[in-house]
Structure formats: C-alpha cells, structure tokens
C-alpha cells in the first residue's frame, strides 16, 4: 500500500510541472512534426512519433492536482 501512495505521489508531482496548455502544444508540434516528415519523406510511417503525439493527447484529460 506504501508502494501504491509513492506512486500517486510521484505520479502527481510529475503531473503539476506540466499545464494542460503545455500538453496540447507538444500534442500539435508532435503531430506537425509527423505530418511534415510523412509528406516529405515518400513511405515515411512512424508508430512511435503518432504514439507519443497520443500520449501527449491524453495527457491533456488526466485531472492534474496541484496542491498536497
């Protein structure tokens, strides 16, 4: 059960460094980054670069708590 609230707790502290706001911008520069690079490059598919534009994404909706 300590295991579970020293995750919370750092869970929460990683989470109050960062604003929804600072969140969808790296969301849109990751996805413009990835539609530049698959319309210059011909074949170009990256599942890691659209994964992490998606994490960023969802990242946007987890309820941040700023305080204790």
């Known amino acids: 059960m300590e295991k579970l609230k020293a995750l919370n707790a750092a869970a929460n502290r990683y989470l109050s460094r960062y604003s929804k706001k600072q969140f969808l911008l790296a969301f849109v520069l990751t996805t413009a980054l990835n539609f530049l690079l698959s319309y210059t490059i011909p074949d170009y598919t990256s599942f890691y670069l659209s994964s992490l534009g998606g ?3 969802g990242m946007m909706f987890l309820k941040h ?3 204790a």
């Open 55 to 57: 994490f960023f994404f």
């Open 65 to 67: 708590n700023t305080g």
